[in-house]
Nanobody
Framework: QVQLVESGGGVVQAGDSLRLSCKGFGSTFSRYTIGWFRQDAGKERDIEFVASISWNGDTTYYADSVNGRFTISRDNAENMVYLQMNNLKLEATAVYYC??????????????????WGQGTQVTVSS
């Protein structure tokens, strides 16, 4: 099992940057694909895929809406995954969740594949 803890959320203005962090607690963190998903409960939207990274970092996936502006990376020595978000737009406002999926070397972007969730961190983008 792995426990995931997100941090780095906050309130920013449109066009600003923000970096989210996901800390994994567990000896096999390096065997987990880590994904970032988001949900804006205020708009009753379904949870939305943002980005994911395979266990060795070789494979990354991005939602079309963030491709070119967001970058996912990981540091397995520190059990960390990061989501660098640049040029944030108003529609990025949501709770961002870090999810884990073990033993899938080429990664995934499917919510159904992930078994472990963090508690979420709120990102609010204002105009």
């Amino acid at each position: 099992q792995v426990q995931l803890v997100e941090s780095g959320g906050g309130v920013v203005q449109a066009g600003d940057s923000l970096r989210l962090s996901c800390k994994g607690f567990g000896s096999t963190f390096s065997r987990y694909t880590i994904g970032w998903f988001r949900q804006d409960a205020g708009k009753e939207r379904d949870i939305e895929f943002v980005a994911s990274i395979s266990w060795n970092g070789d494979t990354t996936y991005y939602a079309d809406s963030v491709n070119g502006r967001f970058t996912i990376s990981r540091d397995n020595a520190e059990n960390m995954v990061y989501l660098q978000m640049n040029n944030l737009k108003l529609e990025a406002t949501a709770v961002y969740y870090c999810l884990g999926d073990r033993d899938r070397p080429f990664g995934t972007r499917s919510l159904d594949d992930f078994d472990y969730w963090g508690q979420g961190t709120q990102v609010t983008v204002s105009s």
